[in-house]
């Protein structure tokens, strides 16, 4: 099972046997989102070259109840978003591994830079309480020539869906990440479009 709102329903017996044991169990969580459908709008005549580091690819989330671990691998689907996002924000996006490689970049004015902050879910104990989820994303924007920042912005993205039981559990996480992360990408997309630094900022 790969669903931590599955391993929540596990029988008390189970856990009471596992906790007895001093036994831990970590499992990983499945993270499968589609693209979100932003808004279409204009995009910023910048040209950016979008940090994806490996801390951002490294990033996870773990869950620790009763015995159990639950991780979220949420780095790939942090990449993906950020490149959505910027792709459908600024005129021209460039991938760089890394915040020097894109001050190489001679042909982009901007330097994006998204950061994971943190990530946190609450849950019920039955199966129609809610499980709530949030993720912080902080998203820096530099001048590619003199490195300073020009824009820096929080993105806080919250997501509840019903907890579900051992035979709906899995659907429900599905529903919760895909939640998660269109509130997510909505939210940054306002953010950049409603910059006034970025705005005035012209390449």
């Not at 070259?49 to 991780?71: P, R, S, W």
Request: hydrophobic share 45%; glycine share 4%; proline share 4%.
């Amino acid at each position: 099972m790969n669903y931590s709102l599955f391993i929540l329903r596990l029988s008390c017996t189970g856990l009471l046997l596992a906790l007895a044991s001093g036994c831990t169990h970590t499992f990983t969580a499945k993270i499968t989102v589609k693209p979100t459908d932003l808004r279409a709008g204009q995009k910023m005549p910048h040209r950016a070259a979008l940090v994806l580091n490996q801390e951002l690819a490294d990033y996870k989330y773990e869950f620790q109840a009763m015995g159990i671990t639950t991780v979220y691998p949420f780095g790939p689907a942090l990449q993906d978003y950020a490149r959505a996002v910027a792709t459908h924000s600024f005129q021209e996006v460039q991938v760089a591994p890394s915040a020097e490689k894109a001050a190489e970049m001679s042909t982009a004015d901007l330097v994006l830079i998204p950061r994971a902050v943190k990530a946190d879910q609450s849950v019920g104990i039955y199966a129609w309480n809610k499980v709530h989820f949030t993720l912080v994303v902080e998203w820096a924007a530099k001048e590619r020539a003199g490195q300073n920042t020009v824009w820096l912005k929080t993105i806080t993205a919250e997501a509840s869906e019903p907890m579900g039981n051992a035979f709906t559990g899995g659907k429900h996480w599905l529903v919760l990440e895909q939640k998660l992360f269109d509130d997510l990408s909505l939210k940054t997309q306002a953010a950049f479009q409603e910059s006034p630094e970025l705005r005035a900022k012209q390449p």
